[in-house]
């Protein structure tokens, strides 16, 4: 990066430190904050939107369609989250390869499970071995974040789910005996009194999906973790010329307080919308902000 | 070679006995059941060992963030806010790093190092960082008039704590608690995804089932047996609390008693 960073064994320590702080490998580490910013940005609206899908489902009056999101509601319960993450990734790879499989390649004989294998054509592979390295890299990305935003979709659709039947009975009563339609006091009445209810779970949730991120790691993503034991790891002067005993402790301290500081923030930042969102609601929250107004 | 002789070889491959080699080929359902659940041994000597040792530095910690003193109360919130802000996971990767650093400075260091007592470490930190400011929270809605009873009672002090307070804070809180638990055995399963490794392939239930994914290339048979065994366990975690539960509120009114209901929103 500097113009005397040419010969790193003269350097005094401030000058190699800044040397070694800006090498190429550490501006990728650098980039893998801005993968998991990238995570949470995606997976947050996704996640609340297969929630809701899973949550309105769950109150269908359609009974079967009422057991699928209520099967949705249940998945996480009792189960570890990191094996949903673990199988996800394989069951919804071999499940998109499958499909396009049997879609391009319908004259295809053999099974597709041969003993411990999955076989596809080649046509169906995803993405084509042909493709460029950053497709695969996207493929790998996209993965995760379809992965996690199923499971914390399934945390989120518990949470709305809750707010919902929350909302006091009187207002959805009201509706109807005003002559609006089910679907009509699903929208306008329901709907807009779930929020504050369902607030403290979602900033929960934010907490636990924040917290969850490491996890990509575990997916194949090449994220903070991966970047720090790389680069923590003992490095000898015939691989890199910044030669170094084994630093991933402080690595790994750097994202402990990364962590904490982000934790931190989006306490404070939910308690500002916490407080913005009980104003004039009919809670203990809302009268105890208006008297103190 | 029947079931029964997978469980003899299997069993107890996750300590150690029987063995040595894990299976290469042929890849049974009673081979995935039987590893798996061998591999259960140490999610259970995780989370039991991590609850009951956590469950008194948390009572600790309880007391020590509702103290009117501002040096144990500083702790114990930095104490919390450090295990419940960052990832379990970062915090096992942390911590085995730091071990293997210590190593060099002290052989005192060198079990630490493996699995079994330094993911217990942590996992004992966590759990008692989290049940803690669970404790805080119900010792905080401790009912006042039961320690002002207790005052008139002439109770201070220790006895005061022991008799009055205590009791009544592990009711009130019991019901978070028992989810808690529930979410401590699962986190055990971080622990050899994490920076710990499996010695010898002695891994834990998690470990085994991903082994049998990769080797086969199919999720669908190891993870749902993996499943399988955590809900059972889950259901015996709700079924044990709950007893403590009942004894706990025996002196209420039926009405008056709390039930422990799950909530999945509480995660590392």
Known sequence: MFSFCTDPSVLSTPAWFACYFTTGKLMLFYASFGTVLLLLAITAPVALGFGFAGAAAARARFAPLSWLGKLYIAMVRGVPDIVFFLFFVIALDQGFEYLRHKVKCPDWTDPIRQGSDFIVCDAAKLPLSTAPQIWHEVYGFSLAVLTFSIVFGAFAANVLYGAMRAVPHAQLETAEAYGMTHRQTFWRVLIPQMWVYALPGLSNLWMVLIKATPLLFLLGVEDIVYWARELGGAKTARFSDYPHADWRVWYFLGLLVFYLLFTRVSEIALAKLMTRLTHGQATVGGEAQRKAA | ?268
């Not at chain 2, 401790?142 to 006895?159: I, L, N, Q, R």
């Open chain 2, 1 to 268: 070679m029947s079931c029964w002789d997978v469980v003899a070889d299997y069993g107890l491959r996750s300590l150690g006995i029987g063995e040595r080699l894990l299976p290469r080929d042929d890849f049974t359902l009673c081979k995935q059941a039987v590893l798996i659940g061998s591999g259960m041994i140490w999610n259970v000597y995780f989370g039991i060992v991590a609850l009951v040792s956590g469950f008194f530095l948390a009572t600790a910690l309880a007391v020590g963030k509702a103290s009117p003193r501002w040096l144990p109360r500083k702790l114990s919130e930095w104490f919390i806010f450090l295990f419940r802000g960052s990832p379990l996971f970062i915090q096992f990767f942390f911590a085995y790093f730091l071990f293997l650093s210590l190593k060099s400075v002290s052989p005192i260091f060198a079990p630490f190092s493996s699995a079994w007592l330094g993911a217990l470490v942590v996992l004992f930190f966590n759990t008692a960082a989290y049940s803690g400011e669970i404790f805080y929270g119900a010792l905080l809605s401790v009912p006042k008039g039961d320690v002002e009873a207790a005052d008139a009672y002439g109770f201070s002090g220790w006895p005061r704590f022991r008799r009055i307070v205590w009791p009544t804070m592990l009711r009130l809180a019991w019901p978070a608690y028992t989810n808690e638990a529930i979410f401590l055995f699962h986190a055990t399963t971080l622990v050899f995804f994490s920076g710990f490794p499996a010695w010898q392939q002695r891994g834990d239930a998690l470990y085994y089932a991903n082994y049998f994914a990769d080797k086969t290339f199919n999720p669908f048979v190891a993870y749902p047996i993996l499943a399988g065994y955590f809900i059972v366990l889950t259901l015996l975690i709700i079924w044990l609390f709950g007893a403590i539960n009942r004894r706990l509120n025996r002196h209420l009114p039926q009405a008056r008693r709390s039930k422990v209901r799950y909530r999945p929103n509480l995660l590392r």
